[in-house]
């Protein structure tokens, strides 16, 4: 085996290689998209390094998914007591895609370079809507004062 690393995803931690696919409980993260997960431990070539800085790891959100179904059913005998229920996990299938590797680096620099190209558009305003007149506030509700007799 080339190298691990320990990597922690929504509260649980999971032994990874690069290239392996795995589930985790549901990300809020769109399917394609990379994200990087916290490294606790990294090992494989040598001594296991504990620093989290010193390799980092990217993973790809393959899908999201729904786990197997699970039956639950209560019984309780001679008196007629029987429940029925289910439950299937909401999952994200993840692909592990390096490992130790500093790659989000350079990426970031080449995304700013079509970014700065971009900005020198001219600006052509359309006809702007004209903005709606300003509300009045509410009027006050008037109370009956009485007189204490």
Do not use: C, W
Not at 39 to 59: F, I, M, S
């Amino acid at each position: 085996m080339d190298g691990y690393a320990i990597i922690s995803v929504g509260g649980k931690q999971y032994r990874v290689h690069e290239g392996q696919r795995l589930l985790v409980d549901r990300l809020g993260t769109p399917e394609g998209t990379t994200f990087t997960p916290n490294v606790l431990l990294l090992g494989g070539n040598g001594k296991p390094d504990l620093r989290p800085e010193a390799g980092l790891v990217t993973a790809r959100v393959v899908g999201h998914v729904r786990g197997d179904k699970i039956r639950i059913g209560k019984y309780r005998p001679k008196s007629g007591y029987r429940r029925h229920t289910g439950f299937r996990a909401s999952l994200s299938q993840i692909e592990i895609e390096s490992i130790g590797a500093k790659k989000t680096a350079p990426k970031k620099a080449e995304e700013e370079k079509p970014k700065a190209a971009a900005k020198p558009k001219p600006k052509a305003k359309a006809a702007a809507k004209p903005k709606a007149p300003a509300r009045k506030p509410a009027a006050k509700k008037k109370t009956e004062e009485t007189d204490g007799a």
